[in-house]
């Protein structure tokens, strides 16, 4: 009996894609959650459900021997992944990180223009700022608002996961299913191991990843090879831990580019949808009349 799949493909960090995301995992009922996380992060998920952390916190991941290199994960309580997490663990589902481990990633050098150089402008554009393209033909000039304004503002719709598949399914085939070598990796490396999930006979796999990465698990086109390759360079020792976060780092910035541009919003967003405007403008004018009675 062939594996029911649900792909539940979110914002990282979106108050809407994250009430969605649970009310589908309970409609749902998985017996196996995968999640858009690196392979060592499967070491940190029991961490999460204790009452001593204080939400947001990022999951650290280092290597002893590149000290120059360093990852960080932010999960805040509205971010999708860990509310999967959460769920799983409330009710005892095996979770499985499917992304590429970081082992992997530190050994990547970038070839983004070689496996791009022969697409059009347009079809780098859809690769580059998918959101920014879908914005655009919509008449926005703004992607963050686009996205905001039709999906995370949207808590209650299940059948945005759908409408968001197909958008992406349409993207990603008018691109020729084209992206950076890490892009292709990893996704490469998140379907074989949801293909090695699938063998084990689980009845519902729920799968939660970004929503460029969403039509992957139903593309016959994922025969890259590229991951034989790279597997080899996976014995680099990674070290990882939690580590306290802040909304400030989880703000969109050229830095954290899956960053959002109001993480305090989204938080209103995420605990009650209809005080959350009364909420964050009385959290504002506490700020600016702070900041006029410490001047």
């Known amino acids: 009996m062939e594996s029911e799949i649900k792909v539940l493909g979110i914002r990282h960090h979106g108050a809407g894609s994250c009430l969605r995301t649970m009310q589908s995992l309970q409609d749902f009922k998985p017996d196996h959650i995968c999640i858009e996380l690196p392979y060592e992060a499967a070491d ?8 001593e952390i204080e939400f947001p916190v990022a999951m650290l991941f280092y290597s002893p021997k590149k000290i120059n290199k360093s990852t960080y994960l932010p999960l805040a309580e509205f971010s999708p992944e860990l509310q999967a ?31 791009t150089q022969n697409l059009s402008f347009e079809q780098k554009n859809m690769i580059r700022d998918p959101i920014g ?24 719709s299940k059948e945005l996961f759908e409408l968001i598949l197909s958008l992406m399914t349409t993207l990603r085939v008018k691109s020729n299913h084209q992206d950076d070598l890490e892009t292709l990796l990893r996704e490469e490396w998140m379907v074989k191991t949801v293909n090695q999930i699938k063998s084990l006979s689980y009845k519902k796999i729920a799968i939660v990843c970004g929503a460029w990465h969403a039509p992957i698990f139903n593309s016959p086109n994922q025969k890259t090879k590229l991951v034989a390759k790279y597997e080899q360079q996976s014995k680099l020792e990674i ?17 954290y580019t899956a960053g959002i541009q109001s993480p305090v919003w989204h938080q209103f967003l995420f605990k009650n949808k209809s005080t959350a405007v009364s909420a964050w403008l009385s959290h504002a004018a506490k700020i600016l009349r702070n900041f006029k009675f410490n001047r």
């Open 85 to 115: 997490i959460l769920y799983g663990l409330n009710h005892s589902i095996p979770i499985t990180p499917i992304d590429l481990p970081i082992a992997i990633q530190y050994q990547l050098n970038s070839s983004a223009e070689k496996l």
């Open 239 to 255: 070290k990882s831990c939690l580590i306290p976060w802040s909304f400030e780092r989880l703000a969109l910035n050229q830095h």
């Open 44 to 51: 940190l998920i029991n961490q999460l459900n204790t009452k």
């Open 133 to 156: 393209y879908l914005a655009k033909l919509d008449g926005f000039q703004d992607g963050e608002m686009w996205w905001e304004t039709h999906i995370e503002h949207n808590t209650e």
